[in-house]
T-cell receptor, first 111, second 113 residues
Framework: DAKTTQPNSMESNEEEPVHLPCNHSTISGTDYIHWYRQLPSQGPEYVIHGLTSNVNNRMASLAIAEDRKSSTLILHRATLRDAAVYYCIPGSIQGAQKLVFGQGTRLTINP | DVKVTQSSRYLVKRTGEKVFLECVQDMDHENMFWYRQDPGLGLRLIYFSYDVKMKEKGDIPEGYSVSREKKERFSLILESASTNQTSMYLC????????????FGEGSRLTVL
């Protein structure tokens, strides 16, 4: 399993963009980069995933470095509801393959 | 709306009791997973199943067993609960179509006294 490094915590203000970094220097060539988040008292929920190109969806954008050793999750305009633990997970896209969750980054949003 | 449902949000059991944690998904997913989550340790995989009656050990299977008799249901069994199994248990499912997304239930918080 590829090792990941994320900041333990980050803080931002409501309605401002947030950039959550992740280093995954040992990622294999076929692994995707998955991002999940966990709101208080809930199970994790999917945010976004990508392989090489940058990806956008209604929740966030994912910027992947050209060498794929790092990525950044971008929340374009944070709301209080975005306060959560964010997990960056290199892993297979295949359904039968496990995803290994690390410690993640605890994001605090200030009103 | 797609759903993974865990039978109990909160349980309190005594040491030595047999405990069943049930998980049902309505998305016809082939793959189902049981994780436990503890402060400072993150989510750790206990067991997973990629088909009915099939199971694979995860990273911490000791003290647990699982059952998958039907595609939609994946049960985690603690044969003889111990206090170190007090934890949050999370069930998840994932399609076999390589779409990538893992769907989680809300979790079951188990306290063993």
């Amino acid at each position: 399993d590829a090792k990941t490094t994320q900041p333990n915590s980050m803080e931002s203000n409501e309605e401002e963009p947030v950039h959550l970094p992740c280093n995954h220097s040992t990622i294999s060539g076929t692994d995707y980069i998955h991002w999940y988040r966990q709101l208080p008292s809930q199970g994790p929920e999917y945010v976004i995933h990508g392989l090489t190109s940058n990806v956008n969806n209604r929740m966030a954008s994912l910027a992947i470095a050209e060498d794929r050793k790092s990525s950044t999750l971008i929340l374009h305009r944070a709301t209080l509801r975005d306060a959560a633990v964010y997990y960056c997970i290199p892993g297979s896209i295949q359904g039968a393959q496990k995803l290994v969750f690390g410690q993640g980054t605890r994001l605090t949003i200030n009103p | 709306d797609v759903k993974v449902t865990q039978s109990s949000r909160y349980l309190v059991k005594r040491t030595g009791e047999k405990v069943f944690l049930e998980c049902v998904q309505d998305m016809d997913h082939e793959n189902m997973f049981w994780y436990r989550q503890d402060p400072g340790l993150g989510l750790r995989l206990i067991y997973f199943s990629y088909d009915v009656k099939m199971k694979e050990k995860g990273d911490i299977p000791e003290g647990y067993s699982v059952s998958r008799e039907k595609k939609e249901r994946f049960s985690l069994i603690l044969e003889s609960a111990s206090t170190n199994q007090t934890s949050m248990y999370l069930c998840a499912s994932r399609s076999g179509q390589n779409t990538g997304e893992l769907f989680f239930g809300e979790g079951s918080r188990l306290t063993v006294l």
